[in-house]
């Protein structure tokens, strides 16, 4: 059916720029556009075919109106053939108004419905059933996760939405990355997993449980778990049992990836090697078993222990002390059983082809030695426990000297007081060591000795001699004879002095003892012999030669048995020893060394020095040092005593004056750095009043105190280090000197060095500075009238416009490449502008022209003035008037005054000026000069350098002609 609806719209068409809404209530209808109108040709435009709208609504996941869901899906939604779509109800939907909403509702069924606004009919509803089944999650918990293996993890299922009952709903694979593990059902919730690792690190591994719920919705949790190595401890011993001590070598048998051992040797011992060696002890009574315990440790710290058990016999110790080991035949040796432990057995073997089994604790034996040489026998004991087959063994050496017989005869077996009796040694060959006891208190140790015998009883005294003859090795025998001496006599006599000086006196004292009955004096000069018997003597000896004498003075005494003593005493007489010395000086410095010179006469043949501080010397002419350390001066009394030979002294002395003592010492804050390098040196010189600072680098400086001292050292060089010695020389009071020398270290650095093509001058003045610096890479140059430069070779103009000398201080810093700095610091000086001027009040005048001149000159001193070259000086600015002639009487002219203005510091100024003297005018004429009235005077003009004239006649007359003629009445 054709229903041409647009033609029948008023106006017979489609109207411009309007909406038209064309509506059908068959089941298809047909639509064409014409282009065009009634009075225009028709133009085809479209033509298509439309069926009834009704449109629709499905789940996009099943193309169908319902769809079941886990939970934590989603959902889309999708309706069709509509101009607006609105959902309902809006729960969980991303957008209730679009055609294509997501919904992602809880667990449960929902019913969504759609309606549709539709153009060509009206509006119309769908619905769609979504339903979600319960949440399922897959979770777990392990009691480790960081294990060695091999070790077992429990493991704790806590997965919840899950039917546990049911084998297929619970999943687990151990080993989430190797493709070959197998899966394992376990529906219990807590349950035990071993894991291993035989490789040589760690291993993780991805541990997943998969669940399912009824719906068939899925969840999956992973966790790794760490497995750290195998390892297998192990080990191996030579032995497992031994008498004590045992030594057990420990071979390390482990396996797999370790590192690290710890031993327990179950006697509180321990170590950490690998195969270690270890030593058992086992001091009781019974048997002693000891649990050994090795840990081997990986890198991952694993461990595996092994143990074992080492049994240990009891302590067994064979042990004998000796009261000597050695001695002389017969030796008798004690012995003293300290064996310990438990012994069964004892057996004694003595060297000397005896033996014993006794137990005793102490007993003795006896060695017999009849050779001529040292027999050495050995003592072993061996001590056993046959239980276990322990034994231990001692064995100690003894040496047996060879004996020896001491015997011997003498010469004679009586005499008087004084009895010599020579000893003949008949002891055995091998006695080598001789004691005689002459039974008087006499002894020697010589083989065949000659020994004086004394009586000083009255009575017959018997002497017994004892000979002890000992060998090399101390053993000794004994013998003994009788010597008989008659009572002794004695000769004896005290003189106060045996030498001396002639005329010599000497006292004699009588001190001879006995029954003597008779006496002899014999002087020994020649004199009368005397037999005075008394207790005190005197005798005078003379020398009148110049060598001594010596006079033997001699005492005969004499008893009834005709025992008779001589004394005889050598009395020397000698010429007088003179004592005298010099010395080349006697007082000085600490340490004073002091020589002397011997000027004794020579009688004097040996000499003793006494110098007063505890020293001495027997040199002929010595020299000493005598020292002082005290902070005073001190004096030594030196003496010089002069003997003879035979003993005769004289004594000279002398005063040494040692001044007080005095050490130079010093230290300083620092010992090296960059120049200039500035140190201060503190003084710590003990004894000192003045003191001598030489600096090492040409400077020095003389102080009277201990102050601090500042010094700065500068290194000129740029490449080599600069070691200078500073010495410190110290004096005290008395002028003595002490010397410290330690060295001051000054790196090289830069040097900062310019000149200036000139340092001084008037203002303004232009200084070219040349950069003589050394060592420096850059350069700041500080003008010291706020301007700078950084270049090398800067040049600067100074002004000063101030009335006094500018003093301007131009710093060059010099850096080099260690940032060491030196700095140079030249004045440069500026003197005060200087202005010359003057003025004059006329420049031009007739001549003579008085010209007045107003110096003002500014910061002059001397004023030099040349007027047309005639020179005027002075120091005044006073106005100056000079005249100007010109004595032409035609032409101008022109003078020059030049003014020269020279200031105190010699700088100077100049100007010129130049004024205009007109040419000179000298009036002069001739006339009479009387005569009759009316006298008519011809006046004859003679000026000179005038053009205009001007008389006046003197009565009242006047005239400007050249030569004019008057007449006066």
């Not at 060695?367 to 040489?373: L, R």
């Not at 029954?515 to 207790?535: F, L, V």
């Not at 500035?678 to 680098?697: A, L, M, P, Q």
């Amino acid at each position: 059916m054709r229903i041409n609806y647009l033609s029948m719209l008023p106006g017979g068409g489609v109207p411009q720029d309007e909406v038209v809404k064309i509506t059908n209530s068959a089941s298809v209808f047909h639509l064409g556009l014409i282009e065009g109108g009634s009075t225009t040709g028709c133009k085809y435009g479209y033509f298509s075919d439309y069926a009834e709208s009704r449109g629709s609504v499905i789940v996009v996941e099943t193309g169908s109106q319902s769809i079941f869901r886990c939970f934590g899906d989603t959902a889309q939604l999708r309706a069709t053939g509509g101009l607006t779509y609105t959902w309902t109800p809006f729960d969980y939907l991303s957008d209730p108004f679009i055609a294509d909403p997501l919904v992602a509702p809880p667990p449960g069924v929902y019913n969504y419905t759609v309606t549709l606004t539709r153009p060509c009919f009206p509006d119309t509803s769908f619905t769609v059933i979504v339903g979600i089944a319960p949440e399922v999650e897959a979770y777990f918990e392990m009691d480790k996760w960081y294990i060695c293996a091999p070790d077992t993890v429990t493991i704790d299922n806590q997965s919840f939405g899950v039917d546990m009952s049911d084998t297929l709903n619970t999943q687990w694979d151990f080993d989430l990355d190797d493709p070959f593990n197998g899966y394992v059902y376990d529906t219990n919730a807590v349950f035990q997993h071993v894991f291993t690792n035989t490789t040589d690190s760690i291993q993780q591994k991805t541990i997943q449980l998969i669940v399912w719920n009824q719906q068939g919705c899925i969840d999956e949790f992973q966790r790794d778990i760490m497995i750290r190595p195998e390892i297998t401890g192990g080990f191996t011993t030579d032995v497992t049992d031994g008498c004590h001590p045992v030594t057990v070598n420990f071979t390390n048998t482990s396996t797999g990836n370790t590192d690290r051992y710890k031993w327990t040797f179950g006697d509180g011992n321990s170590s950490n090697a690998a195969s270690p060696v270890h030593t058992y002890y086992n001091i009781g009574m019974a048997d002693s078993i000891y649990h050994v315990e090795m840990v081997a440790i990986s890198p991952f710290y694993c461990t595996d222990t092994v143990e074992t058990d080492i049994s240990v016999y009891p302590y067994l110790e064979a042990d004998f002390a000796i009261d000597t080991f050695q001695g002389c035949s017969p030796l008798i040796i004690g012995i003293d059983n300290n064996s310990a432990g438990y012994i069964e057995e004892y057996e004694w073997t003595f060297g000397d082809g005896t033996s014993s089994d006794t137990s005793a604790s102490s007993f003795t034996h006896t060695y017999i030695n009849t050779t001529s040489s040292t027999i050495q026998r050995t003592i072993q004991l061996v001590v056993k426990n046959n239980t276990r087959g322990c034994s231990d063994t001692i064995s100690r050496i003894i040496s047996v000297f060879p004996e020896v017989t001491a015997d011997f005869t003498q010469d004679t077996t009586v005499g008087c007081h004084g009895l010599e009796v020579n000893f003949t040694n008949q002891s055995s060959s091998i006695a080598t060591l001789f004691d005689w006891d002459f039974g008087d208190g006499g002894s020697s140790t010589v083989q065949d000795p000659l020994h004086l015998f004394e009586n000083m009883t009255l009575l017959n005294v018997d002497y017994t001699v004892r000979l002890v003859s000992t060998t090399p090795n101390l053993c000794r025998d004994t013998s003994y004879q009788t010597i008989r001496i008659h009572p002794y006599i004695l000769a004896d006599f005290s003189v106060n002095d045996f030498q001396g000086c002639a005329p010599f006196e000497i006292t004699l004292e009588n001190a001879s003892e006995g029954a003597i009955s008779q006496y002899e004096w014999d002087w020994g000069d020649g004199s009368p012999t005397s037999s005075s018997s008394g207790a005190t003597l005197t005798h005078v000896y003379q020398n009148s030669g110049s060598a001594p004498v010596i006079n033997p003075l001699q005492l005969v005494v004499e008893n009834a048995d005709g025992c008779s003593d001589t004394l005889i005493r050598d009395i020397t007489v000698f010429p007088v020893v003179v004592s005298q010395f010099t010395q080349d000086i006697t007082e000085g410095c600490n340490p004073l060394d002091v020589q002397f010179t011997n000027q004794s006469n020579s009688v004097a043949t040996s000499f003793m020095w006494e110098f007063g501080d505890g020293g001495s010397s027997s040199d002929v002419n010595p020299t000493h040092e005598f020292q002082n350390l005290d902070s005073v001066n001190v004096t030594y009394n030196t003496r010089l005593i002069a003997y003879s030979d035979q003993n005769c002294t004289d004594t000279s002395d002398v005063d040494i004056d040692v001044y007080s003592y005095l050490k130079a010492d010093f230290t300083m804050d620092q010992a090296s750095n960059c120049t200039p390098f500035n140190t201060t040196f503190t003084n710590s010189s003990v004894g000192g009043v003045r003191y001598h600072w030489d600096f090492g680098d040409g400077n020095d400086i003389t102080v009277l105190n201990k102050n601090q001292i500042a010094h700065q050292y500068n290194n000129p060089s740029l490449a080599t280090t600069a070691t200078y010695e500073v010495v410190l020389t110290a004096w005290n009071a008395d002028s003595c000197m002490s010397e410290l020398r330690r060295d001051v270290i000054v790196y090289p650095i830069v040097n900062a060095n310019f000149s200036a093509n000139v340092t001084d001058g008037c203002h303004p003045l232009t200084v070219q500075f040349t950069n003589n610096s050394t060592g420096a890479s850059t350069y700041n140059w500080d003008f010291g009238n706020g301007q700078s430069s950084d270049e090398e070779n800067p040049t600067m103009i100074f002004e000063n416009f101030r009335l006094n000398d500018t003093t301007f201080n131009v710093q060059l810093v010099s850096t080099n490449s260690q940032s060491c700095t030196d700095t140079l610091t030249v004045p440069v000086l500026v003197h005060p502008f200087v202005d010359a001027d003057f003025t004059i009040e006329y420049t031009s005048q007739c001549t003579p022209f008085d010209v007045t001149i107003n110096n003002s000159s500014i910061n002059g001193q001397q004023y030099s003035w040349s007027f047309n070259g005639t020179p005027y000086t002075t120091t005044s600015t006073d106005p100056i008037t000079r005249q100007f002639q010109n004595n032409d009487y035609t032409n101008s002219e022109t003078f020059t005054i030049d003014l020269l203005v020279t200031s105190p510091q010699g700088c100077t100024s100049s100007l010129s000026r130049e004024i205009k003297v007109f040419h000179k005018v000298e009036a002069s004429f001739t006339s009479i000069t009387e005569g009759c009235h009316p006298l008519i005077v011809d006046f004859t003009n003679n000026s000179q350098g005038g053009d205009e004239y001007n008389w006046e006649f003197g009565d009242n007359g006047s005239s400007i002609v050249e030569s004019p003629v008057h007449t006066y009445t």
